[in-house]
C-alpha cells in the first residue's frame, strides 16, 4: 500500500513537471512572437516612412562629392544645411549656373540660409561641413518682386521690366544677368547697402528668357521703375 502511494505521488510530481516545461515553452514561444511582431512593426514603419520620403522627392545628401544623376534626380530643388558648411555645383555645360555659396554661418555674419537652383544631369557637387544637406523639390513657380540666393528666370520667376535693385537686408549681395548659355554677364555687379563694397542700388533691364543669378545675400528686392 505504501509502496503503491508513492508511486502515485512520484508520477503526480512529474506530471506538475511536464506541465511547467510546457507552460514555460509556451510563454518562449508568445514572447518571441511579440518580439517579432515589434520587429516586424519597425521596419513596416521605417520602410514606410522611406517610401514617403522618396514619394515627397526630398532628398537627403551626406558630406562629400556628388554627381546629378547617379546620386539625385535632375530637377530644381531649394538647397538647405543642417549645420553651416559649403556648397559647390560645377555645371560644365553652363557655367553660368554653377554655384559656390556658404550656408548657415550665422556666427559669421556671412551665408545664406537656402540655394535654389536647377540641377542637371552630370553636374557636379561637393558638400562640405554640412553633415547633412536637403534638397527639397521645387513644386510651383510664381513671380515674385523678391529673389533669394539661387537661378532666376525672367518671364517664369520675374515680370521683365526695369527695376531698382538693393538687398533686403544688412549684408551685401551681388546680382548677374545672362542672356544665353555660356556668354558673358550683361551685369556683373555687387551690391553693398553701406556703399562700401558696391552701390547701395542696381537699375536693371529684364527680359524676357534671361536668367537672374542672385549670390551671397539671402535676398534682392525688385522695385519696379514707373
Given at each position: 500500500?505504501?509502496?503503491?502511494?508513492?508511486s502515485?505521488?512520484?508520477?503526480?510530481?512529474?506530471?506538475?513537471?511536464?506541465?511547467?516545461?510546457?507552460?514555460?515553452?509556451?510563454?518562449?514561444?508568445?514572447?518571441?512572437s511579440?518580439?517579432?511582431?515589434?520587429e516586424?512593426?519597425?521596419?513596416?514603419?521605417?520602410?514606410?516612412?522611406?517610401?514617403?520620403?522618396?514619394?515627397?522627392?526630398?532628398?537627403?545628401?551626406?558630406?562629400?562629392?556628388?554627381?546629378?544623376?547617379?546620386?539625385?534626380?535632375?530637377g530644381?530643388?531649394?538647397?538647405?544645411?543642417?549645420?553651416?558648411?559649403?556648397?559647390?555645383?560645377?555645371?560644365?555645360?553652363?557655367r553660368?549656373?554653377?554655384?559656390?555659396?556658404?550656408?548657415?554661418?550665422?556666427?559669421?555674419?556671412?551665408?545664406?540660409?537656402?540655394?535654389?537652383?536647377?540641377?542637371?544631369?552630370?553636374?557636379?557637387?561637393?558638400?562640405?561641413?554640412?553633415?547633412?544637406?536637403?534638397?527639397?523639390?521645387?513644386?510651383?513657380?510664381?513671380?515674385?518682386?523678391?529673389?533669394?540666393?539661387?537661378?532666376?528666370?525672367?518671364?517664369?520667376?520675374?515680370?521683365?521690366?526695369s527695376?531698382?535693385?538693393?538687398?533686403?537686408?544688412s549684408?551685401?549681395?551681388?546680382?548677374?544677368?545672362?542672356?544665353?548659355?555660356?556668354?558673358?554677364?550683361?551685369?556683373?555687379?555687387?551690391?553693398?547697402?553701406?556703399?562700401?563694397?558696391?552701390?547701395?542700388?542696381?537699375?536693371?533691364?529684364?527680359?524676357?528668357?534671361?536668367?537672374?543669378?542672385?549670390?551671397?545675400?539671402?535676398?534682392?528686392?525688385?522695385?519696379?521703375?514707373?
Amino acid at each position: 500500500m505504501g509502496l503503491v502511494l508513492a508511486s502515485g505521488l512520484m508520477l503526480a510530481a512529474c506530471s506538475i513537471d511536464d506541465g511547467a516545461v510546457e507552460e514555460d515553452a509556451t510563454n518562449a514561444e508568445s514572447t518571441e512572437s511579440v518580439v517579432d511582431a515589434e520587429e516586424e512593426s519597425e521596419e513596416s514603419s521605417g520602410a514606410q516612412g522611406a517610401m514617403s520620403d522618396t514619394l515627397s522627392g526630398v532628398k537627403n545628401l551626406e558630406d562629400g562629392q556628388h554627381v546629378v544623376g547617379e546620386d539625385i534626380p535632375a530637377g530644381r530643388y531649394v538647397i538647405t544645411g543642417q549645420e553651416p558648411g559649403n556648397l559647390m555645383i560645377e555645371n560644365n555645360e553652363n557655367r553660368n549656373t554653377s554655384i559656390m555659396e556658404t550656408l548657415n554661418d550665422e556666427d559669421a555674419d556671412m551665408g545664406v540660409p537656402s540655394v535654389t537652383v536647377d540641377l542637371t544631369e552630370g553636374d557636379e557637387m561637393e558638400l562640405m561641413g554640412m553633415e547633412l544637406t536637403t534638397f527639397t523639390p521645387v513644386k510651383e513657380r510664381t513671380r515674385s518682386d523678391v529673389l533669394t540666393t539661387g537661378t532666376w528666370d525672367v518671364g517664369t520667376d520675374i515680370e521683365p521690366g526695369s527695376y531698382e535693385v538693393t538687398t533686403t537686408g544688412s549684408k551685401s549681395g551681388k546680382i548677374m544677368i545672362y542672356e544665353g548659355i555660356g556668354e558673358l554677364p550683361l551685369v556683373d555687379q555687387p551690391i553693398d547697402p553701406q556703399g562700401e563694397l558696391g552701390p547701395e542700388s542696381v537699375t536693371v533691364e529684364l527680359e524676357e528668357g534671361q536668367q537672374v543669378i542672385v549670390s551671397v545675400s539671402p535676398e534682392l528686392s525688385f522695385e519696379a521703375n514707373e
